[in-house]
């Protein structure tokens, strides 16, 4: 077996036994990254099929010893998961046993200052997941300042987004993440002792926008509905409210959980049938998981199990 992964993955106790993986399942883990979730189900028995967009996830996983195996019980894609349908009919997988996904930015991109995802130490403005197309720098120093305010607002829930981006266009060109940081710290007015730094959400906002994931995040779900058989499960762990809403909301509508808009109305029998049943209650880390991996503490887990009703598109 290929060494263990250098990054803890959040809330593995509880997305394994949400998943409940047995020999011989075929699972999907949506966002490979370092692995760690992916490792827990080889190690249960399964197949596992890992989808990233991050060409350094996928070369650092082909190294695995899974991936030689004949046939191999680790198969690789370098693709976003919002494409699992189609990769899934392309390896001759129709349906499987259960999907993971753990959204937004691995710790291991955020611990590397050359990829641009933090502040924390200083490196080109970049933020790309699957390392091409626009980068951070390419949108923050054409976009105009509204455009660049609507970011802030919608992906970063800054409330002070107009100021922000005003301060953003004055300072133009920026390069790196530390400009950028210091940009948004003066115009917020950072002082040393405030628990969160300001430049938090305009960070949060413009990774999410250059890398389009919460558009991403709603084409896995409705991907997952199609791909998971009666009794798969469904388990995401996300890490921000926007994220949570999305996810919060897809599993209720899906279970028909949204159909009556009055308590006094009873709900409605017409309308396709509930495709996902068992829903779980937000699951946050313990104390002692925080106290082992600060990262984890804004994570929370949610978790659903397919029924056997047709998939909503095609219903």
Do not use: C
């Not at 809403?245 to 009873?266: M, Q």
Request: aromatic share 4%.
């Amino acid at each position: 077996m290929s060494a263990p992964a250098p990054h803890i993955p959040v809330l593995l106790d509880e997305v394994i036994e949400a998943l409940a993986p047995q020999p011989g399942n075929v699972m999907i883990d949506a966002t490979f990254g370092a692995g760690g979730y992916t490792r827990a189900l080889l190690e249960a028995g399964a197949v596992v099929h890992a989808f990233d967009r991050d060409p350094d996830a996928i070369a650092a996983g082909s190294k695995w010893d899974e991936t030689r195996e004949n046939p191999p019980r680790l198969v690789l894609h370098h693709r976003a998961f919002s494409d699992m349908l189609d990769a899934m009919a392309e390896a001759g997988v129709a349906q499987v046993d259960g999907i993971t996904m753990d959204i937004g930015v691995s710790s291991m991109q955020l611990d590397q200052a050359e990829r641009g995802f933090a502040f924390s130490a200083d490196g080109p403005l970049d933020m790309r997941m699957a390392q091409d197309g626009e980068s951070a720098a390419d949108f923050l120093n054409t976009a105009d300042e509204a455009s660049i305010a609507d970011v802030l607002y919608h992906f970063g829930e800054e409330r002070q987004s107009r100021r922000v981006a005003r301060a953003i266009v004055a300072a133009r060109p920026l390069e790196t993440t530390g400009e950028l940081a210091r940009v948004v710290r003066r115009a917020l007015g950072h002082k040393p002792h405030d628990k969160k730094d300001p430049a938090t959400r305009t960070f949060q906002a413009v990774r999410i926008h250059v890398n389009g994931e919460l558009d991403e995040l709603e084409a896995g779900l409705k991907a997952s509905e199609s791909l998971l058989k009666s009794g798969g499960r469904l388990a995401v762990v996300s890490f921000h409210s926007l994220e949570d809403r999305i996810v919060k909301r897809f599993l209720k509508d899906a279970a028909g959980k949204a159909r009556s808009t009055s308590r006094h109305l009873p709900v409605a029998d017409s309308g396709p049938q509930p495709v996902f049943a068992e829903l779980s209650k937000a699951i946050r880390p313990s104390e002692a998981e925080i106290a082992r991996n600060p990262r984890s503490r804004s994570s929370t887990l949610r978790a659903a199990t397919r029924t056997d009703a047709p998939a909503r598109a095609a219903a």
